[in-house]
């Protein structure tokens, strides 16, 4: 007679902790892939509300700071209450960059900006608060809703990269006295104050070579390296990349020696919060849609490591954003979403690690803290981040294809595709035309100037036009499962349903 030893329970690849010098490179490489992100935020929102570049230098490492604060709560968690526990990458959302600027701008620019922190403290109070109820209502994002989001967060995504690639169509000038061009033209508007002219370095061909060696490069490594060196195909180009780019003169280290070794913004730097009711439901709405946006993120990650996540899950999870939201109003920073570029990096490398996150979010904190080490990642060229960052907003619509196709199209009375073609229709709209909104009121822009903001309501209010709120048609057998069909249900809740009506 044999005995063995009780089998152990298998540990489930979002748990499982990697070598450590495996757990490193990989870190570095979601670092690298939401840096330029995430650093957007505050490169656009410093000038935009008249902050000097030691004001914009406070914003960028205060965000980076607050991102790897909730990258390693996301990823690690803190005992019931925080964190998802996959491996998801929290960054500056977007969606608040309109909020922002007009909220600043309306009251005098950068003093206008603790009325933003206070705001921002408010809502992230108030989104701690509808965490856990927001996640109940999780039956509302079937495949429909949240593979239409997800492809469209991928694709309005896409202008960001294309000018780390390309730069700035137009500089702007200005001036007191009306000046020519080298051809007698003037370059200032009719005012004498400020105008646009062609920048003479944007769309450079060699720019653009460079963008698309770094493209090729990933595609290469991923088909014909295999193990962990085809799981860093990213991080090996974008390291190739920067090296083929010196000779161009495209890295340039110079601030990395004046920068200092440690340095933390002082909360409050532009002064003790101040509250505005409009300011504040602003940021409330800011927060709703974050929580849609990290809903959709979220529920994909959760199906690309194949862990199911529960309504409690989920709200672990929205609450992050929350906090996130909390602490940059006390530390001059951003509210934070799961980053959709990190989804796409999971879905290409298919590493479902979360302690990979975690390191990711120590390389941020150790960014945000120490000036000298985050010089070093700016100094990374736009066109080799941008080629890097093609990809993975590329693959972020690709994984909304994919939600995607778990919905039916079939029967007489599906409208599934109707709703994605007018919810793209509309969401579309911001990423191609900016300016299109301009005469409407700016509440009305802080809403539907974002592609990904109008595409949510759309796609949302549809999906329950057509899919949930049929109050002329009377409940028969099998309604549950066509609504499964018809994509307004997950399958994993059809037999909560049917428990809940029986």
């Not at 909020?99 to 309306?106: G, K, Q």
């Not at 927001?134 to 994002?141: D, G, L, V, W």
């Not at 994909?300 to 490591?305: H, N, P, R, S």
Request: proline content about 6%; glycine content about 10%.
């Amino acid at each position: 007679m044999t005995s063995s030893a009780p089998a152990r329970d298998a540990v489930h690849p979002v748990d499982e902790v990697l070598p450590l010098p495996r757990l490193l490179v990989l870190g570095l490489q979601h670092l690298f892939i939401m840096y330029a992100g995430a650093i957007a935020v505050p490169l656009i929102v410093g000038p935009a509300v008249g902050l000097d570049e030691s004001d914009i230098a406070i914003l960028v490492s205060a965000d980076l700071l607050v991102c790897g604060i909730a990258s390693i709560i996301q990823s690690a968690g803190i005992g019931r209450i925080l964190g998802v526990r996959l491996p998801v990458v929290a960054g500056a959302t977007f969606t608040v960059l309109n909020p922002m600027i007009i909220i600043a701008t309306s009251y005098g620019g950068r003093d206008g900006l603790p009325y933003v922190y206070g705001a921002m403290i408010v809502a992230g109070i108030f989104g701690l608060v509808i965490a856990k109820p927001f996640s109940m209502i999780i039956r509302f994002f079937p495949p429909l809703v949240t593979g239409t989001v997800i492809a469209m967060i991928g694709l309005s995504l896409i202008g960001a990269n294309i000018g780390l690639i390309a730069g700035d169509k137009t500089s702007t000038f200005t001036a007191k006295i009306p000046e020519l061009d080298a051809a007698g033209r003037p370059f200032l508007d009719s005012d004498g104050k400020v105008a646009e002219m062609i920048n003479p370095d944007s769309g450079q061909v060699s720019h653009i070579v460079l963008a698309a060696v770094v493209v090729v490069l990933i595609v290469a490594f991923a088909r014909f390296l295999r193990g962990f060196l085809g799981q860093t195909s990213v991080l090996l180009a974008i390291v190739i990349g920067t090296i083929i780019a010196i000779p161009m003169g495209l890295v340039d280290f110079s601030a990395v020696g004046s920068s200092g070794w440690f340095g933390i913004a002082q909360p409050f730097h532009f002064g003790p919060p101040k509250f505005a009711a409009a300011a504040i439901i602003s940021m409330c709405i800011v927060m709703l849609v974050t929580y849609v946006e990290s809903t959709a993120d979220m529920l994909a990650v959760g199906e690309l490591t194949g862990r199911d996540l529960s309504p409690n899950d989920l709200a672990r999870g929205l609450a992050v954003d929350g906090l996130s939201a909390f602490l940059a109003g006390f530390m001059n920073s951003f509210p934070d979403t799961a980053y959709a570029e990190n989804v796409g990096l999971v879905s290409m490398t298919n590493i479902k690690s979360r302690w990979v996150v975690t390191v990711c979010g120590v390389g941020l904190v150790i960014l945000g803290l120490v000036p000298k080490v985050g010089a070093i990642v700016a100094a990374l060229p736009g066109p080799v981040v941008g080629g890097a960052a093609t990809v993975m907003f590329a693959m972020v619509t690709a994984v909304g294809i994919r939600t995607l196709h778990k919905v039916s199209f079939g029967g007489p009375n599906n409208h599934n595709l109707l709703i994605i073609a007018v919810s793209f229709s509309i969401g579309l709209i911001p990423t191609i035309q900016p300016d299109f909104y301009q005469h409407f009121s700016s509440d009305f822009q802080v809403i539907f100037g974002s592609s990904i903001t109008s595409t949510v309501i759309v796609v949302f209010v549809l999906n329950l036009i057509f899919n949930h709120w049929l109050p002329n048609f009377p409940r028969k057998a099998g309604a549950v499962e066509a609504a499964v069909e018809a994509g307004a249900v997950s399958p994993e809740q059809e037999g909560v349903i049917q428990r809940t009506e029986a």
